[in-house]
């Protein structure tokens, strides 16, 4: 059966990095448009980030400038470099291949 698996979340001061990694079992990741969402305690889940199978990328506003996602497909991975974190991002973050899968989710939380 294949899964996607994150990794990478925490605990990180206010101004830290943290770099979150999507793995897929199988070769899957290369065919699909892949995203970050988060949701956060009584939120939606929103679209952090997503790169297309050809990589173009798109930030929503807020994570612009401190987010940035990549992928490599020889090694079946999608990742999302946040710096710069701020309490706000705290959320459960969730890797999904676009019209697929969905990974379980990695914890971050911005705190002093």
């Known amino acids: 059966q294949v899964q996607l698996a994150e990794s990478g979340g925490g605990l990180v001061q206010p101004g830290g990095s943290l770099r979150l990694s999507c793995a897929a079992s199988?070769?899957?990741?290369?065919?699909?448009?892949m995203g970050w969402y988060r949701q956060a305690p009584g939120k939606q889940r929103e679209l952090v980030a997503s790169?297309?199978?050809?990589?173009?990328?798109y930030h929503t506003d807020s994570v612009k400038g401190r987010f940035t996602i990549s992928r490599d497909n020889a090694k079946n991975t999608v990742s999302l470099q946040m710096n710069s974190l701020k309490p706000e991002d705290t959320a459960v973050y969730y890797c999904?291949?676009?019209?697929?899968?969905w990974g379980q989710g990695t914890q971050v939380t911005v705190s002093s």
């Open positions: 999904h291949a676009i019209g697929g899968l």
């Open positions: 199988g070769s899957i990741l290369s065919s699909y448009a």
């Open positions: 790169i297309t199978t050809t990589g173009t990328t």
